[in-house]
């Protein structure tokens, strides 16, 4: 008894054992051909995660730097960090010694930047000499005279007296009575301070105020935290449209009936993305993201991918992607006809899978696009018909969003009667004349309906 032979190979399907084959054993009988075709598979996915678990192959996304740096700051003052990329950092910053001794000073000398570079305490020198005797005539004799306006004259006082008395309550318009209100206590003041000193202080957290049952920001942080790191890989491994054949057509995407064609165009077409530049460059002459192309694209300002920078730039962005795509699909109008209008995905499901979580950037000038069971084709007592699907994207919806680019995310139902082993999950394209646009798509088995929805 011997094992079968394994391959480090992604082998295309499946073979499905037929009713006239024959029973054969062997390594190439039929029997075992089945068994050898997933132990390739087998072998082919664990010699991926070698290779990334060894660095042999670079992941596309890192959560750190493999080399922490250091960040650091000198001069007037003085800071470093060290950064790895796996959270925020942060350190305070140590001003430089300015030379001068910490004191009070009466006379300082201050530079340019504010710094004091000279002190000393003022002496008798600095002051000039004016002795009251010099001044023999035009001495005033009233606050006016000095010019002080926030002094209280003879008057002031006088009234104010008469004011508090005439203004007081009958059993408080005298020295007694108010006496006999405090108590008789010539400390009533600090005795109320000490009253209040035993009150608790305002808080500014909820452990400050004892609430034990409530989530700090902390929490709320981890707990979003442990769903993002959840999130089950992208099916579509050719999302970022990289890998293209001479045509332009992305690897692993493929389209049947109705004279429908896809091919991989710049990011900058319609502006799902712009210059990413300090200045405008002189060929960024459309005026709004519809009109914009690779040639002449659109520029969203200083440092400023558009609307759609939160997912990373797929040409000369932040995201470090310098030849990424986004799909182009078009149809011409004619009469509908048995058969397929649809974009498949190249993605192999379960023959179990009855709904996966999808999410894509459309862009839609003319006509539509739909998800859901069967989009693009359905059987029924008259055959192969075409069908739109059950969630429909147009160019009215799209028109509406930011930019022209509308973002779908949600669960879609997916046909189990298909090819076994073959591609279950397609993109349906409308009737008539059509032109769309597709970016970044993302498809996943979710782990239950509710999951990710609101991604």
């Not at 190439?28 to 075709?37: C, E, F, I, P, S």
């Not at 664990?46 to 660095?55: E, F, H, P, Y």
């Not at 460059?281 to 939160?310: H, I, K, L, Q």
């Not at 799909?327 to 899978?353: C, D």
Request: glycine residues 12%.
């Amino acid at each position: 008894m011997a094992n079968l032979q394994e391959k480090i190979t992604w082998e295309p399907g499946i073979y499905q054992l037929e009713t006239s084959d024959p029973v054969l054993a062997g390594p190439d009988g039929v029997d075992n051909l089945q068994g050898k075709q997933l132990a390739n598979r087998t072998a082919y996915l664990k010699k991926q995660i070698d290779d990334l678990v060894s660095g042999a192959l670079v992941a596309e996304y890192a959560d750190r730097l493999k080399t922490p740096r250091n960040i650091a700051m000198t001069g007037d003052g003085k800071w470093n960090v060290t950064f790895d990329g796996s959270g925020n950092a942060s350190a305070a910053m140590t001003l430089s010694d300015s030379g001068v001794a910490p004191g009070e000073y009466g006379i300082v000398t201050v530079d340019g930047k504010g710094r004091v570079t000279k002190a000393r305490q003022m002496s008798g020198d600095d002051v000039p000499a004016h002795d009251w005797s010099k001044i023999s005539t035009g001495k005033p004799t009233t606050l006016a005279g000095y010019g002080i306006t926030d002094g209280a004259s003879k008057t002031d006082l006088q009234n104010a007296v008469n004011g508090l008395v005439s203004g007081a309550p009958a059993n408080l318009n005298t020295l007694q009575e108010l006496a006999v209100a405090v108590n008789n206590d010539p400390k009533y003041s600090a005795t109320v301070d000490g009253k209040l000193a035993g009150k608790a202080d305002k808080a500014t957290t909820l452990a400050g105020y004892g609430i034990a049952d409530a989530a700090s920001k902390s929490d709320l942080n981890s707990a979003v935290g442990s769903v993002v790191s959840l999130m089950p890989p992208n099916l579509i491994t050719n999302s970022h449209m990289t890998q293209i054949d001479e045509n332009a057509i992305p690897a692993g995407f493929s389209v049947i009936g109705g004279g429908v064609m896809i091919k991989a165009v710049h990011p900058y077409t319609k502006g799902y993305e712009g210059p990413y530049t300090d200045t405008k460059p002189a060929n960024a002459t459309a005026s709004s993201p519809m009109n914009a192309t690779p040639d002449n694209p659109f520029w969203f300002g200083v440092n400023y991918m558009g609307g759609r920078s939160e997912r990373g730039g797929l040409s000369g962005g932040w995201g470090g992607m310098l030849n990424g795509g986004i799909m182009k699909i078009t149809a011409p109008n004619q009469p509908r006809s048995p058969g397929f209008r649809s974009v498949f995905m190249g993605v192999k499901l379960p023959l179990s899978t009855n709904l996966v979580y999808f999410s894509a950037w459309f862009f839609v000038v003319k006509g539509s696009v739909g998800l859901g069971s069967d989009a693009g084709y359905i059987w029924d007592n008259k055959g192969m018909q075409f069908n739109p699907g059950v969630a429909i994207i147009d160019s009215k919806m799209t028109a509406a969003a930011p930019d022209g680019w509308y973002r779908y995310s949600g669960m879609v139902s997916i046909s189990r009667v298909t090819t076994l082993g073959g591609p279950q999950f397609s993109l349906g394209v409308g009737e008539g004349d059509v032109e769309a646009y597709m970016a970044l798509p993302y498809l996943a088995v979710p782990f239950n309906q509710n999951y990710m929805v609101s991604c």
